[in-house]
Each structure stands twice: as structure tokens, then as C-alpha cells.
């Protein structure tokens, strides 16, 4: 979901005779970071009770993480271009567990939301390598094998995550309840880390510039105070501070990239490329991976906690209503490259609005009940038909998107496809679980009525905004 497939100069003169057992290593110690960006969600209610955590605690449990992943991820790519991807994947493989035992650990909110800003923080020096590593090691078809893979792994690690952390958090194994879902980490991040070190070849970019570190924590300062006021503002009155603090963060992003365009310094690599952002076609595209990330962490953080505190799931039965969802996307996401080969941003529009109508059908069924219980099954049908829409949309979206981006940047606008989607989560658990808790005076069915239209409102700006993508991908980038 957040992957490209573009060539990079540095390939191997001789496949490696390894690379699909190191890719089968990479892929599951990335797959720890694709499953926690949402595994917590369905733990939230459990979370919530533990450690007696206030609706704006939640939001950073979830909001922490996609921050500081949102924030390290260019310039953990750039590194791991310049000095070996190698050693930062290990790295990161062996510190998302660490930070992981933390997570599990933790004995008040604060600290939970700590270890998960540092969890993401390691994701992000993990995941860059796995990109730039199947990028080197795959050649041709064989690439755009390794990359179909990863992508169809990606675009359902959201519903997958929620299953998984429903089943984990009832098994409630040893007494550990929701701590279960990040304790899990830890002996999988030990086995990746030894199947890292056997298995996974050095690779690096001997053209790489070196990373603007400067830059990324202005960048990573400007994320975190978008999103610091929108968590907080509801508990505080909506201050003055607040809005300060917005437009401040705001200016710094642009700033950043202004600065950037006018007085770039020379062998240093831009976080955020003018040349890239200049191109209508993917400034586009990257809007609508952000809204898009809006509006699917911001609907399954409050579904979640609707499903448990308004219709009294367990968690694990919680989960289970999200596999309608996975269906869906199965039933699409095996067509969607081909289909956005022939008629490109067609279908991705086509995918946004059928996410858009799928969570309408939700929102009808919840607003229209008489009771304030309505079940699972009335639900089914518009979880479906929105996870069918998540496959047109998100498979092909990048390639749709870098089919107008030049070679040379490809690598770096990827890395930018994947912080938007990081930052676009952390603000839709920001927003629409604002909406939802500044609701529950009306009944958890009546707070998650009145946060659906911002989910729902997300996926048609996203159709919208696939007008103005190319009308055809190329099927270059996966060959």
C-alpha cells in the first residue's frame, strides 16, 4: 500500500541465491509494523478500563505510533540507502521488539503512549530497508511478484490487525489480556532478527546523498503539532494554544519543502522534492492516500469501541465483524493492478466512492436503528462492499500515481506515499475519534452516527481527487 516497484540503480549483477527466503524474513518482521498499525484498536476498550486512560489517551495510543513512524520514515530510507540497509533493518527488527515489551509492560497511559512513539520511530528505520532491499534484489518479473505480494499483504494488514488483536486480547494468554497484542512482538522479532542475520544480503545506493537530519525533525516537530491540538483541544475547550500550535505546525511542513526547493544543499537528499510535488499527478496522489489513511484508522478506532461499549462484543468477536471487510478486498485487490493498467484512475475512483457508500450502508444501519442495539449482520454488506472498494483503490494507487513521477525520484516519493499514509492515520484517530468521544453524551450508537460522516466524507474528496490522476498506469514499474 505504501510500495513502489521502481528499478534502483543499484542491482545485483547475479540474482542473490537467497533473496526469496530473506524477502520471506523481511516480509514478516515488516509485517509486525503493517499489523500494528491497527492490532491495538480493538484493545482500546480493555485498554481504556486497565489503565483507566481518558478518551484523548486513547487517541495517542493510536496517534503515537503512526507519528513517529510518519516523522523518522524519509530519513530512516535515506540512511539506509547511504550506509546499508542491512545493518538498520537488524536494527530496527530488534528495537521494534524491544519497544514492543514496553508497550506490554506499561503501567499507565503515558507510558504506553511513550513506548509506542518509539515503537513507531524503530518501524520506520525497519520498513524503508525492506523496500530498498526488494527493490536490489528482485529483477524483473520476479520484482513485480515480490512487490504484488507485499502490496496485497499491506492493504489488508488494517482488518487483519483487528482480528488479530480481538483474539489475542480474549485468549488473554498468561493473564496478560490487550497486553498480549504487542508481547507477541517480542519472540517474533527475535526469530526475524536470527533469520536477519543468516539470511538477509547488505545492500546499499552507492549514489546515496547524505539524509537531511536537520530537516526531518522540523518535519517531524511540524507533524506532531498538527496533530497535538486536534487530540487534545475537545479535553481543554478548544484554547487559543491550540490553533497556535496548528498553524505553526502547518507552516513548518511547507516551510520545510520551500526551503528545501530554494536552498537545497548540495549531496544532501530533500525530504520533501519540489520536483515531485510540482507534478499535479502525484501531489494529488498523495492527498488521497492521506484521506484515505483519514478515514480508515479513524472508522476502525471508533467501530472498535462502538462494537464492545454500544453492542457489547467481546474482542475477539469484535475482530471477527472486520472479516466482511478482508472478504471484500480479497474479492478485488487480485484484479485491481490489471484493471488500473487498462483504465487507471477510473478504477481508483471507482474504489473510493465504494468505500464512501460501504461505511455509508454502516452509518445508515447505526443512525437508523430504533434500538440501541443493531447486531452484526445489517452490517455486513457495507463493511463488504467498502473492503471491495479498499482493493481497487489502494493496490494500484501507487503505481497509478508514479506512473507521471520520473525514475530518479521514484524511490523518494515512495517514501513520501508512505509517511502520508502514517500522518493521514494519526489524524483520522485525531479527528473522527474527537467527533466520536465529544459525542457519547448521545449513546455510543449516536457518537458513531455523528463521526461517520467524516469517514465517509474522506472517501468522496478521495473519488473526487481521482479525476485529476493519470487516466492510465504503466505496468513498467512492476516489470
Known amino acids: 500500500m505504501s510500495t513502489t516497484a521502481t528499478p534502483s540503480p543499484s542491482t545485483l549483477a547475479e540474482p542473490h541465491p537467497r533473496r526469496w527466503a530473506a524477502a520471506v524474513v523481511m516480509m514478516i518482521a515488516a509485517l509486525m509494523d503493517l499489523l500494528d498499525g491497527t492490532i491495538v484498536n480493538v484493545a482500546v476498550p480493555s485498554i481504556s478500563r486497565d489503565l483507566h486512560a481518558s478518551a484523548s489517551d486513547l487517541q495517542w495510543v493510536v496517534s503515537a505510533y503512526l507519528l513517529g513512524f510518519a516523522a523518522a520514515l524519509i530519513v530512516s530510507g535515506h540512511l539506509g540507502d547511504r550506509i546499508g540497509r542491512r545493518p538498520l533493518f537488524l536494527t530496527g527488527t530488534v528495537g521494534f521488539g524491544l519497544a514492543s515489551l514496553a508497550c506490554g509492560i506499561a503501567q499507565s497511559p503515558g507510558q504506553l503512549t511513550a513506548a509506542r512513539a518509539v515503537q513507531g520511530v524503530l518501524a520506520a528505520v525497519l520498513v524503508p530497508q525492506v523496500i530498498g ?228 450502508w454502516v452509518w445508515a444501519v447505526v443512525d437508523g436503528a430504533a434500538a440501541e442495539h443493531t447486531g452484526a449482520w445489517p452490517l455486513v454488506p457495507g463493511l463488504v462492499i467498502a473492503g471491495a472498494g479498499l482493493g481497487l483503490l489502494v493496490v494500484p494507487l501507487v503505481n497509478v500515481v508514479l506512473s507521471a513521477v520520473p525514475g530518479e525520484l521514484a524511490g523518494g516519493a515512495s517514501g513520501i506515499f508512505s509517511t502520508a499514509q502514517q500522518f493521514g492515520g494519526a489524524l483520522g484517530a485525531a479527528v473522527v475519534g474527537t467527533v466520536f468521544f465529544g459525542a457519547v453524551g448521545e449513546g455510543l450508537s449516536g457518537a458513531l452516527a455523528e463521526a461517520m460522516p467524516w469517514v465517509v466524507g474522506a472517501f468522496v474528496v478521495c473519488g473526487v481527487l481521482c479525476a485529476a490522476l493519470p487516466r492510465r498506469a504503466v505496468s513498467d514499474h512492476l516489470g
Open 133 to 360: 532491499s526488494f527493490r536490489t534484489l528482485f529483477q524483473g518479473k520476479e520484482r513485480g511478484a515480490a512487490f504484488g505480494l507485499y502490496g496485497a499483504v499491506a492493504g489488508f494488514a488494517s482488518a487483519i490487525g483487528l482480528l488479530l488483536g480481538g483474539v489475542l486480547t480474549d485468549a488473554d494468554l498468561f493473564g496478560w489480556g490487550w497486553r498480549s497484542v504487542f508481547l507477541v512482538n517480542v519472540p517474533v522479532s527475535i526469530a526475524t532478527f536470527v533469520g536477519g542475520l543468516l539470511l538477509v544480503p547488505a545492500t546499499r545506493e552507492r549514489s546515496a546523498g547524505r539524509p537531511d537530519v536537520r530537516g526531518s525533525l522540523v518535519l517531524a516537530g511540524g507533524l506532531v503539532a498538527i496533530v497535538l491540538p486536534l487530540v487534545q483541544g475537545r479535553q481543554n475547550g478548544w484554547p487559543v494554544w491550540g490553533w497556535v500550535c496548528l498553524a505553526a505546525g502547518a507552516v513548518a511542513v511547507v516551510g520545510l519543502g520551500v526551503y528545501e526547493a530554494r536552498r537545497h544543499r548540495p549531496g544532501t537528499v530533500p525530504l520533501l522534492p519540489a520536483r515531485a510535488f510540482g507534478l499535479p499527478a502525484f501531489s494529488v496522489g498523495v492527498l488521497v492516500q492521506l484521506l484515505f489513511s483519514v478515514g480508515l484508522q479513524g472508522f476502525f478506532l471508533v467501530f472498535a469501541v462502538w462494537l464492545q461499549g454500544g453492542e457489547g462484543y467481546t474482542p475477539m468477536q469484535a475482530g471477527l465483524v472486520t472479516v466482511a471487510f478482508s472478504v471484500g478486498g480479497f474479492l478485488t485487490a487480485p484484479a485491481a493492478d490489471g484493471l488500473a493498467v487498462r483504465y487507471g484512475r477510473l478504477v481508483l475512483g471507482a474504489g473510493a466512492l465504494m468505500m464512501a457508500g460501504g461505511f455509508g
